[in-house]
């Protein structure tokens, strides 16, 4: 059973996926801690870990906040994550076990279900599974930690700005998960994988992140309505 700390860890995301708080908000501990019925203590340390993570901010003793968002700061974080990732690839590739394998296709099948019948939050957890999954492949601390780092900080950037989480009617049809760009691709990645090519793991990962990357900064509709400009990538 998740402790307490976990279950606040989590529903501060939620918060932020839902879009209750935005860009430059304010979390007030007080009050989280009453709308989850917890006490202070467990809010206080999952916010501490949420600001270790890059999801929040804190300033100077004031509070923690949501990340103002910046085109510079989209391309600084999507850069890293480019190269920290195509490490950890490469490095899993090396190092990946048979039980690796089948957890993380596991993974992917699920991915594959919850894209079909559009469940937006389990979605989301699938995909953060398989990101820190491949950098726990790495067995290298470090990396493991600064993937960790630079995938919560773009998520700000997904969780405003994709389409696939923007508020759609009810009753949407359901998606078809081979036309799903992120599906796709992390098959390729887990196949590359499991081939042992750690060369071709590194490329595949930095391709997809990449990819993202670049659709991102496509979404002028989006972006502009938050002030944002399209970056290009350096």
């Not at 998740?2 to 009050?31: K, M």
């Not at 780092?149 to 759609?168: A, H, K, N």
């Not at 750690?198 to 997809?208: D, F, N, Q, W």
Request: glycine share 4%; charged share 30%.
């Amino acid at each position: 059973m998740p402790t307490a700390e976990e279950r606040a860890h989590q529903r501060i995301i939620e918060l932020i996926l839902s879009r209750a708080y935005g860009p430059g908000d304010r979390l007030v501990e007080s009050e989280l801690a009453q709308a989850f019925g917890l006490s202070r203590t467990p809010i206080r340390n999952a916010m501490r870990q949420l600001v270790a993570e890059g999801l929040l901010e804190a300033h100077d003793g004031k509070g923690c906040y949501v990340p103002k968002l910046t085109p510079e700061d989209m391309r600084d974080t999507f850069k890293a994550r480019i190269y920290l990732e195509g490490k950890a690839a490469l490095e899993a590739a090396q190092s990946r076990t048979e039980e690796d394998l089948r957890y993380v296709r596991d993974l992917l099948e699920r991915e594959k279900d919850h894209y079909r019948t559009g469940q937006l939050q389990e979605y989301t957890d699938i995909n953060k599974e398989f990101h820190l999954l491949l950098a726990t492949m790495a067995h290298n601390p470090y990396i493991e930690r600064f993937v960790r780092q630079t995938f919560w900080r773009s998520e700000l950037y997904i969780f405003f700005f994709d389409r696939f989480y923007v508020p759609e009617e009810p009753d949407r049809p359901l998606r078809d998960p081979s036309q799903s760009r992120s599906c796709q691709e992390h098959e390729r990645i887990v196949e590359a994988i499991a081939s042992g090519d750690g060369t071709l793991a590194e490329a595949t990962m930095k391709a997809h992140i990449f990819t993202t990357y670049s659709l991102m900064t496509r979404r002028m509709p989006l972006i502009a309505t938050t002030g944002l400009q399209p970056a290009r990538y350096v």
